[in-house]
């Protein structure tokens, strides 16, 4: 398995506010629901970053998510993203997130990936609260 010294890790969840007027195309819930349909510059995003001091035979991580602390969880990642084999320098990782529904929580972990084909759970679990809340209908 890979010896990586764990040295920060953070899922950050990047406030709505950051991103443009949310376009037309939006669900009508003021932002819930699936933001397929949104330019992915325009998405709300959860952005994980994580550090390594060192690295030794890493091949990569693998990103997952889930709608619960105890999962399920889905592997986020189409291909790893790639790692710094052996190395005693500090490395800074990220994934973004658009595929997100804005008004959910979620739950996110990364996995490390050896150059063996071994893994392991690189980070605890985080929680990433939702970013809004959908629209409550007036009461007449």
Same mark, same amino acid.
Request: aromatic share 12%.
């Given at each position: 398995?890979?010896?990586?010294?764990?040295?920060?890790?953070?899922?950050?969840?990047? @406030?709505?506010?950051?991103?443009?007027?949310?376009?037309?195309?939006? @669900?009508?819930?003021?932002?819930?629901?699936?933001?397929?349909?949104?330019?992915?510059?325009?998405?709300?995003?959860?952005?994980?970053? $994580?550090?390594?001091?060192?690295?030794?035979?890493?091949?990569?991580?693998?990103?997952?998510?889930?709608?619960?602390?105890?999962?399920?969880?889905?592997?986020?990642?189409?291909?790893?993203?790639?790692?710094?084999?052996?190395?005693?320098?500090?490395?800074?990782?990220?994934?973004?997130?658009?595929?997100?529904?804005?008004?959910?929580?979620? $739950?996110?972990?990364?996995?490390?990936?050896?150059?063996?084909?071994?893994?392991?759970?690189?980070?605890?679990?985080?929680?990433?609260?939702?970013?809004?809340?959908?629209?409550? @209908?007036?009461?007449?």
């Amino acid at each position: 398995m890979p010896f990586l010294h764990r040295v920060l890790y953070a899922l950050l969840a990047l @406030p709505a506010m950051a991103f443009a007027a949310v376009p037309s195309s939006a @669900p009508a819930s003021g932002g819930c629901g699936s933001q397929a349909k949104i330019a992915p510059a325009q998405r709300v995003k959860n952005t994980a970053h $994580w550090t390594t001091a060192s690295e030794e035979n890493n091949f990569g991580y693998d990103v997952y998510r889930g709608e619960s602390e105890k999962g399920p969880f889905v592997k986020l990642t189409k291909t790893p993203i790639l790692g710094n084999g052996t190395t005693l320098e500090t490395h800074n990782y990220a994934f973004v997130d658009d595929t997100i529904d804005p008004c959910k929580d979620y $739950w996110y972990y990364v996995e490390s990936i050896a150059t063996d084909g071994s893994r392991e759970k690189f980070t605890p679990v985080f929680h990433v609260p939702a970013k809004r809340h959908p629209s409550v @209908p007036k009461r007449p």
